[in-house]
T-cell receptor
């Protein structure tokens, strides 16, 4: 069974530029999560989708972050414009209802 | 609201020694409990989970954890560690009532195994 796929694995941008990350969850997993992991901390939820609907985006900085999951499968997370404090690893995870979450390898973003 | 406290930020041990990584949680509702491991430049891998039933949970790579409801703890243990166990370990909880809710993570414990 293929795992959660993410791309790119690494991205370096200048502040005020925009960036997008892509995630393809495990086949059949209806729930998709984006987490932000700042160095030295545990992951923190940014947004949760159930199929193509948003379940929880209370911690998403909506003035600069956006995410979509148009067909209920893969998802894109965008940052525009990026700030220095957005430097982090962005993790995508997916799950079936009541099952543990399975994580992708993450995208490491460096904002200069 | 839920929170997770991992009591040790770093745990250095020698190879073949036993290890315990401590985790306490706070929640007003019943929770599911998890331990994940993160190797350098990789995503999180599920080590073990407690959903219900026996309070002693066995996971992959020889790890086990014990759920203690009265002490709100979920400590991770391994009787004999290997160099390859060197990694970051995260304890996490999720709401048992609203299944499928996001995980709340601790800050992580760095396990360093040396020979």
């Amino acid at each position: 069974e293929a795992g959660v796929a993410q791309s790119p694995r690494y991205k370096i941008i200048e502040k005020r530029q925009s960036v997008a990350f892509w995630c393809n969850p495990i086949s059949g997993h209806a729930t998709l999560y984006w987490y932000q992991q700042i160095l030295g901390q545990g992951p923190k939820l940014l947004i949760q989708f159930q199929n193509n609907g948003v379940v929880d985006d209370s911690q998403l900085p909506k003035d600069r972050f956006s995410a979509e999951r148009l067909k209920g499968v893969d998802s894109t997370l965008k940052i525009q414009p990026a700030k220095l404090e957005d430097s982090a690893v962005y993790l995508c995870a997916s799950s079936l209802q009541r099952d543990p979450q399975y994580f992708g390898p993450g995208t490491r973003l460096t904002v200069l | 609201a839920q929170s997770v406290t991992q009591l040790d930020s770093q745990v250095p041990v020698f190879e073949e020694a036993p290890v315990e990584l401590r985790c306490n949680y706070s929640s007003s509702v019943s929770v599911y409990l998890f331990w994940y491991v993160q190797y350098p430049n990789q995503g999180l891998q599920l080590l073990l989970k407690y959903l219900s039933g026996s309070t002693l949970v066995k996971g992959i790579n020889g790890f086990e954890a014990e759920f203690n409801k009265s002490q709100t703890s979920f400590h991770l243990r391994k009787p004999s560690v290997h160099i390859s166990d060197t990694a970051e370990y995260f304890c996490a909880v999720s709401d048992q009532v609203q299944a499928g809710t996001a995980l709340i993570f601790g800050k992580g414990t760095t396990l360093s195994v040396s020979s």
